[in-house]
């Protein structure tokens, strides 16, 4: 069964201010997106818009954000509340989200992990896909499929690890542990590399490019180069770009 962010809202945000996504993960998605300024931007999986209100402040004139966690939507709405920045939420599942706008840029940041089939995982390429206008980029940060499960424990000193209870085949769930305050975990799915690069062909993306993590200047200057290199060596994250 899928895990429900509506039980781990308070926890999952509090994960967020492990070195690693301000160091790794943000780097990686900013880097990625590229110069934001002017641009329509949808946040897929946008949880309590932790990035969402980041692709605003760092310039994009349109923002909305879609999540299937009511929970997760009425954190990002407060905050919204208390510190306006015109972005719409949307509760909404990205496997039947239809057509609500045409963007620059559709954002997602661990969304696609979270289909378990292969037809699932094309629902949600087909869901950005029309959602894009033509030339328009798909940017995401995502579960790494070519993580090899024996160096699932390397992260531990991140603040987290992966584990398994079979071997890795289509559907396998994969248990995210967090060692963040209180200890929490919830599970993503392992479709193989070859099965996205189906779907992304499928939904018609022209270009597909994969990317390793980038490390930030600031994170090699607070914690030294030699503290990332398992993240480095064995990334638990993948950098996506598919081009409309
Ligand atoms: C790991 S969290 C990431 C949240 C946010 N992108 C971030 O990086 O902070 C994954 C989010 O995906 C949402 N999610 C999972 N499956 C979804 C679906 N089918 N449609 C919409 N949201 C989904 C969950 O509710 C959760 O908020």
């Known amino acids: ?13 509090k994960s967020k201010e ?3 996504r301000l160091c790794i993960e943000a780097y990686t998605f ?34 909305v954000g879609v999540d299937n966690s ?11 509340a208390a510190d306006e920045q015109g ?9 039947e989200l239809g057509l609500i706008g045409s963007f620059d840029l559709v954002a997602a940041a661990y969304l696609l992990n979270y289909a378990q ?12 896909f029309t959602n894009l206008k033509p030339g328009g980029r798909f940017v995401s940060v995502n579960n790494n499929s070519e993580q090899p499960p024996q160096s699932f424990l390397t992260s531990e000193k991140y603040g987290f690890i992966k584990s398994i209870s079979e071997p890795l085949q289509e559907g396998t769930a994969i248990t995210y542990t967090f060692f963040v305050g209180e200890q ?5 799915y392992y479709l193989s590399p070859a099965t996205y690069e189906w779907a992304f062909r499928n939904a018609g993306f022209k270009e597909i490019r994969w990317h390793k993590p980038l490390l930030s200047p600031d994170g090699v200057r ?9 993240f480095l060596n064995y990334a638990p994250l993948v950098g996506i770009e598919c081009v409309k």
Do not use: H
Request: net charge negative; hydrophobic share 40%.
């Open 1 to 13: 069964m899928a895990t429900d962010y509506d039980t781990i809202t308070q926890q999952y945000k």
């Open 18 to 20: 492990l070195p690693f």
């Open 30 to 63: 900013f880097n990625l997106l590229g110069n934001l300024a002017g641009k329509s931007v949808l946040d897929l999986a946008c949880g309590d818009g932790f990035y969402t209100r980041q692709l605003q402040l760092q310039g994009a004139a349109r923002v």
């Open 70 to 80: 009511e929970k997760m939507i009425k954190l990002a709405r407060q905050q919204e």
């Open 87 to 95: 972005i719409e939420y949307i509760i909404a599942d990205v496997l």
């Open 117 to 128: 089939t292969k037809e699932q995982l094309l629902s949600m390429c087909q869901s950005i």
């Open 184 to 188: 929490f975990s919830f599970d993503n």
């Open 222 to 230: 607070q914690e030294g180069q030699e503290f990332w290199q398992d």
